[in-house]
């Protein structure tokens, strides 16, 4: 059964750093992209990024660009986000998505998502 577990998570001041991770296992993601999201309190699921498993193809919001990095390790299977100058507002719960690479949703059937994890920046 194909699974995506999210981990790292935890409690940073603000400046500080984070890695999560997302290991995907249960079947082959070869042909999917692996994305990161948020959802922070009373606020909408948010993209932050999606990459292939080459590394080669990645795509980043806006508010993710320039602060958080997205990669892959084929051999682990395992797609990283690391998040660097935290900030309060990135308080949210992290999730980890994997969609058809033909295709564009990430709320489809054939689409998979982790649990989640917790990140909280504390001021």
């Known amino acids: 059964q194909a699974q995506l577990v999210e981990s790292g998570g935890g409690l940073v001041q603000a400046g500080g750093s984070l890695r999560l991770s997302c290991a995907a296992s249960?079947?082959?993601?070869?042909?999917?992209?692996m994305g990161w999201f948020r959802q922070a309190p009373g606020k909408e699921r948010e993209f932050l990024a999606r990459?292939?498993?080459?590394?080669?193809?990645?795509l980043y919001s806006d508010s993710a660009k320039g602060r958080f990095t997205i990669s892959s390790d084929n051999a682990k299977n395992t797609v990283y986000l690391q998040m660097y100058s935290l900030k309060p507002e990135d308080t949210a719960v992290y999730y980890c998505?994997?969609?058809?690479?033909?295709?564009?949703?990430?709320?489809?059937?054939?689409?998979?998502w982790g649990r989640g994890t917790q990140v909280t920046v504390s001021s």
């Open positions: 249960g079947r082959t993601f070869t042909n999917y992209y």
């Open positions: 990459i292939n498993w080459s590394g080669g193809n990645t």
């Open positions: 998505a994997a969609r058809p690479i033909l295709g564009t949703n990430w709320y489809g059937s054939n689409a998979y």
